[in-house]
């Protein structure tokens, strides 16, 4: 299997499981994925998911066997399977943690990228891969990287194609943290146990307004943040964690939109 999908406690991990190719996506591996990302969507006891690679990379991209002989029209095609997951784990009404355990390449950087949090081993590193073979970053890089790291370190990245190691990619805020290579999954496992038993609805609320900051002035965002707090305070999560504060105690919260 492609895919390999664990359940836990209000959350689930999503493990991409090609290891001899170094997780490089397919076809018919991106339908396995678009069905886990569906079916965890549709579970209302999950409330967070985790990605990470199985064996010593995260994702080295497309399968580039794949695409030797494949007509250049095609190649566009490729990407109607690959695009829709970046969408969708932009929309996903629940927080997204990755956990990237080795070399992140091409469209396996740019699936990373599309995650909400991003943990990463220290030996991990992201890499461009595209320009190597003569194409353009895609599955989002363009629109992901000026964002996160700026202009003059997107074009190089872009442009130059090499490995940035997890370390740096930290601290030019690509990513949330880097971490010793063998705590990298226990901490990504309670960073994602943890957002599961958060306030689903307002992160999901929260991840909404992020996502429409991009393209929003100060004025419609201000707009928006009124209309999603109004969503938000009417969740029994939000009279929970106001309970719980005066309280003293622990909220707990429960994930319910209403
Ligand atoms: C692979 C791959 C791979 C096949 C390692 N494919 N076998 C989407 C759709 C439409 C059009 C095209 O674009 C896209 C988006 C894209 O993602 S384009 C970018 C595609 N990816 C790349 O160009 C990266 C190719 N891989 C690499 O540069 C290196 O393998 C990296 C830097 C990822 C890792 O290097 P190493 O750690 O030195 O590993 P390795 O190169 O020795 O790879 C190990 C094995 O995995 C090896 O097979 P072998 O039989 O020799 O053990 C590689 O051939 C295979 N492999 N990536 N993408």
């Given at each position: 299997m492609t895919i390999l999908v664990e359940t836990h406690a209000h959350y689930r991990l999503i493990t991409l499981n090609r290891p001899e190719r170094l997780n490089a996506l397919t076809v018919e591996m991106a339908a396995a994925l678009s069905g886990a990302l569906d079916a965890a969507e549709a579970d209302p006891s999950c409330r967070a998911l985790l990605i990470t690679g199985a064996g010593r990379a995260f994702c080295s991209g497309q399968d580039l066997t794949a695409i030797v002989d494949v007509a250049p029209a095609e190649i566009g095609h490729l990407l109607d399977h690959y695009h829709p997951l970046v969408r969708k784990l932009r929309a996903l009404a629940m927080p997204v943690v990755c956990a990237v355990n080795g070399v992140a390449a091409g469209a396996g950087a740019n699936l990373a990228l599309a995650c909400d949090i991003v943990l990463a081993g220290e030996g991990a590193s992201f890499v461009q891969a595209f320009a190597r073979i003569g194409l353009i970053p895609d599955c989002g890089g363009n629109w992901f990287l000026p964002r996160l790291v700026g202009m003059a370190r997107a074009r190089?990245?872009?442009?130059?194609?090499?490995?940035?190691?997890?370390?740096?990619?930290?601290?030019?805020?690509?990513?949330?943290?880097?971490?010793?290579?063998?705590g990298l999954m226990a901490e990504a496992h309670a960073l994602a146990a943890r957002l599961a038993s958060g306030p689903t609805a307002a992160l999901a609320l929260t991840k909404q307004a992020l996502e429409e900051s991009a393209v929003n002035d100060l004025d419609s965002q201000l707009d928006l943040e009124r209309d999603l707090q109004a969503e938000a305070?009417?969740?029994?999560?939000?009279?929970?964690?106001?309970?719980?504060?005066?309280?003293?105690?622990?909220?707990?919260?429960t994930g319910m939109r209403s």
């Open positions: 190089a990245l872009a442009m130059l194609a090499e490995p940035l190691p997890a370390a740096t990619a930290a601290e030019w805020g690509m990513i949330w943290r880097a971490v010793p290579d063998e305070s009417a969740t029994p999560d939000h009279a929970e964690g106001v309970r719980a504060f005066l309280d003293k105690r622990p909220a707990a919260f």
